[in-house]
């Protein structure tokens, strides 16, 4: 958003959709929910009484909407109001700042669900944002035999090592993206994780896996991009693009949380109130070193 991305807010809007929180009031009918329990919240609003609502697929709701989004108001709030159908419940041993790392988990576990993921495979992750890491998270759970990532800078190299990263590769000079993956995997990928989400990764991706290997998709492109077919059926890849979560997905992470692998906590790189979120946006404009900075309400 801070770079010139179509996604944008409107002046007055509350954004926010990474959201943990505590109940504090119920409405009529709710049964899933107790005042004082602690819930992740996935940032839906939607009708609740189709077949997509009742199977956890609030995308496919045909009344879908977002919080944080689209002119309505998000979790950048002391309170929030939001469908009980959506609120997961978060276990006493895990904070808010967990709860709220649950939707970035949950966007890159889609995409390692989608993708086939085997033990043994050799896994290149593209982009060092919070959805990299959290896909190299996965694909180490996952029983990667050896996960590589892939960024521009060399900013987050020491958060991806901390969650599992076995070698940060940079452009270089005289030799290509397929090379130097191919070197640090040992061989081209089994499956490559395209987080990076700016023209010219899908090519990139491409180059890097092996014949018939996976090419799995979550990262967001929101400008017009040129990709080359012909490299991919050369290779008989496959190409799958992701989008979002489900509540299953919410409760596995809450899960693997839950379980001791805590990881992810690496991605916190600071914590302010509410009162000082303008500053902090302030500084995100420009290059930075922050990850994920959680907003204390209180």
């Not at 992810?264 to 500084?283: G, K």
């Amino acid at each position: 958003m801070a770079e010139g991305h179509s996604y944008a807010f409107d002046d007055g809007a509350v954004p926010g959709h990474e959201v943990a929180g505590e109940v504090v009031a119920t409405g009529t009918g709710v049964e899933n929910l107790a005042i004082g329990d602690h819930v992740a919240v996935l940032p839906f609003l939607t009708c609740g009484e189709c077949v997509a609502c009742k199977t956890g697929d609030a995308v496919g709701c045909t009344a879908f909407g977002m919080f944080g989004a689209f002119g309505v108001t998000g979790g950048y709030a002391e309170y929030l109001l939001t469908n009980a159908l959506w609120c997961v419940n978060l276990p006493r041993s895990l904070s808010f700042d967990d709860g709220a790392l649950v939707e970035p988990l949950a966007v890159s576990l889609r995409a390692v669900r989608a993708s086939g993921i085997q033990s043994g495979d050799r896994v290149l992750v593209m982009g060092a944002g919070a959805i990299g890491l959290a896909a190299a998270y996965w694909a180490r759970l996952s029983g990667a035999e050896r996960v590589v990532m892939s960024a521009t800078s060399d900013r987050r190299e020491e958060i991806a090592r901390a969650i599992g990263v076995d070698a940060f590769i940079l452009p270089e000079e005289g030799r290509t993206f397929a090379e130097q993956s191919a070197e640090a995997l040992g061989r081209p990928a089994d499956i490559v994780f395209e987080c990076a989400g700016v023209a010219g990764s899908l090519d990139q991706a491409v180059s890097a896996v092996r014949r018939r290997g996976m090419i799995a998709a979550p990262g967001f492109c929101w400008m017009p991009d040129t990709f080359s077919a012909m490299p991919a059926m050369m290779k008989e890849a496959t190409i799958r693009y992701t989008n979002m979560y489900d509540t299953r997905e919410f409760e596995i992470a809450i899960g693997a949380l839950d379980n001791g692998h805590v990881e992810p906590r690496a991605m916190i790189t600071d914590t302010v109130p509410l009162d000082n979120a303008p500053a902090m946006f302030e500084e995100l404009r420009g290059r930075n070193n922050h990850c994920k900075v959680m907003i204390k309400p209180w």
